[in-house]
């Protein structure tokens, strides 16, 4: 069995679902399974229509419009286009959060394809306890 990562995803903001997919890449490049848990802001990034506009967080501050011309510049994919890619070469399993997707109406259905289930937190606690690492961004 391939080691693994656990990273939980609740921020909707652009840097830090970004960290999020570049973690996983670095754990993917290393030959690490990553199971991603998606909660509350970050599961609404993961709708199929309505999705809102990701921002940067406050921090950026000033530098928000600057960052965002770059990325757009020199052609940086999504946080969600980097995790497609990841797929392609190694496992990542992406699984949305029945409490949150419940307080909103919504169901596996209404989101991504890219989501394997919809689960609770208790799964998602019995999976990552297996985990190298378990990150919370």
Partial sequence: MADKVALI????????LMAGSIIASGAVANGMEVDIFVTFWALLQLK???VP?????????????QIMKIMQE??????????RNLKD?????????????DLLGL???????????????????????????????
């Fill in 9 to 16: 995803l609740f921020s909707g903001t652009m840097d830090k």
């Fill in 48 to 50: 199929k229509t309505g």
């Fill in 53 to 65: 506009k990701p921002t940067l967080s406050p921090e950026a501050g000033d530098m928000s419009k």
């Fill in 74 to 83: 020199k052609k940086v994919p999504s946080w969600l286009d980097t995790i």
């Fill in 89 to 101: 070469i190694g496992t990542v399993n992406l699984y949305g959060c029945a409490m949150f997707a």
């Fill in 107 to 137: 169901k596996k259905e209404d989101l991504d394809p890219i989501v394997k289930e919809v689960i609770g937190v208790s799964q998602f606690v019995d999976m990552a306890k297996d985990s190298k690492m378990t990150l919370f961004l």
